[in-house]
């Protein structure tokens, strides 16, 4: 399981590391849409800067693009920053905003976690 999820007030964290595959990819975004607080969530942070390697093809993308569209039908307000410099969070983040992946939470890509938390501060979706 290569990622971690930090819960915070607005929102959560999810930590890829190490590697990478793309059932792990989908059972992250299991987690967060599954739990309770996700109706309330205002963020999903997807910070991809410590993966090492990884094995996701496009139908784990398509796969975990789908629950995400799924998990948009019960919360629209959610703003989707991805972190990542490399490969595979930007080849996600990039599917992901195509429009035959696209779902209502807007992605964009950063470099680094502050620059992430920059935009939801602008979008007004950051934690006070």
Do not use: C
Not at 2 to 21: C, D, I, M, N, Q
Not at 82 to 105: C, I
């Amino acid at each position: 399981m290569p990622f971690s999820l930090r819960w915070e007030a607005g929102g959560v964290v999810k930590h890829h590391y190490g590697h990478l595959t793309g059932s792990e990819l989908v059972a992250g975004a299991v987690a967060v849409s599954s739990d309770p607080r996700y109706d309330r969530l205002r963020y999903i942070i997807n910070d991809f800067r410590a993966v090492t390697s990884d094995d996701i093809s496009l139908s784990d993308i398509e796969h975990y693009a789908s629950l995400r569209i799924g998990a948009a039908l019960s919360n629209r307000n959610v703003l989707s920053p991805f972190v990542a410099t490399s490969e595979p969070g930007l080849s996600v983040a990039r599917m992901l905003q195509q429009p035959t992946y696209r779902n209502d939470h807007p992605v964009e890509i950063f470099p680094d976690l502050d620059s992430a938390q920059a935009w939801l501060a602008q979008e007004g979706q950051a934690d006070k």
